[in-house]
């Protein structure tokens, strides 16, 4: 038995696209919040988010209450952190920095239980309600299951995309134009004509290896989305939103009085 929701999985089956949101604060309401408002996963970013691990077991837990998924984007490749978000019952990982063949390999083989990778061994964790009734039909369901994402948002990563696209049980790429605009010197520019390319480069290795492509966040699609065909699609973020709406309520309180403040006497 499991936690898992397979939202995302159910979605593909049905030829359907998957919405979700990233979340940096480590709030479970704000998880709730996103499974309330219609998503179907939550995006939980533990590189650059400021989550602990008990941080991540209640913002998963969130998730599962409301029927979403939750893919954590992992901080780095240790296959002990990727075992332990799974074993808390995250649907898949989102690896940063993926630059080659190998470390592609290496990123499979950690989500996945003995014999076809090294994820280790427990019947007592909570992806399996923490007491598995039946082990071999629950790792087998959690070999099928398991969601592998990657990163290309550098320089070798892009040199090797097209065979890092082509590595058994990978499910998709994401790209990563704010990170690979930094190495090639843009300071943060993602406008560039440099990073358009590069992006319909990934776009064209993942059709080509018949794995999906990730929407990071349609704003930085180059207005390439929908076409990208991609049915990951990360719509919103926490904090962008949240700025954007306390932003804009300021910005049209301040619009309906725009004389100055009337003094009064005491």
């Known amino acids: 038995m499991t936690v898992r929701t397979g939202r995302i999985r159910r979605k593909w089956r049905a030829r359907e696209r998957a919405f979700g949101a990233a979340i940096q604060l480590p709030s479970p309401d704000l998880v709730e919040v996103v499974g309330a408002a219609g998503y179907d996963y939550a995006w939980l970013d533990a590189e650059h988010g400021c989550f602990s691990l008990s ?3 209640n913002l998963i837990r969130a998730a599962d209450a409301v029927g979403i998924d939750s893919i954590v984007r992992v ?3 240790d296959p002990s952190y990727i075992q332990r978000v799974l074993d808390l019952g995250a649907a898949g990982i989102m690896a940063p920095h ?10 499979v083989a950690a989500a996945r239980y003995s014999p076809g990778g090294i994820r280790g061994a427990c019947p007592f964790i909570r992806s399996v309600n923490h007491v598995s009734l039946d082990w071999k039909a629950d790792y087998t369901a959690a070999d099928e299951d398991v969601i592998v994402l990657g990163l290309i948002e550098d320089v070798e990563g892009m040199e090797n995309v097209e065979a890092i696209a082509a590595v058994p049980g990978l499910d998709g790429l994401v790209y990563g134009p704010f990170d690979l605009g930094m190495a090639l010197g843009y300071h943060g520019d993602v406008s560039q004509p440099e990073l358009r390319a590069q992006h319909d ?4 290795a993942c059709r080509a290896a018949s794995i999906d492509y990730v929407t990071a966040g349609v704003d930085w699609e180059f207005g390439a989305y929908p076409d990208t065909g991609s049915r990951l699609v990360t719509v919103v973020s926490d904090r962008g939103t949240v700025y954007a709406a306390f932003n804009s309520a300021l910005v049209n309180v301040k619009a309906l009085a725009d004389n100055p403040a009337p003094s009064y006497s005491i």
């Open 98 to 107: 993926v630059r080659s063949v190998d470390e592609t390999k290496a990123l």
């Open 75 to 77: 901080p780095n490749h």
């Open 55 to 57: 941080d991540l077991r």
């Open 201 to 204: 480069r990934v776009v064209a």
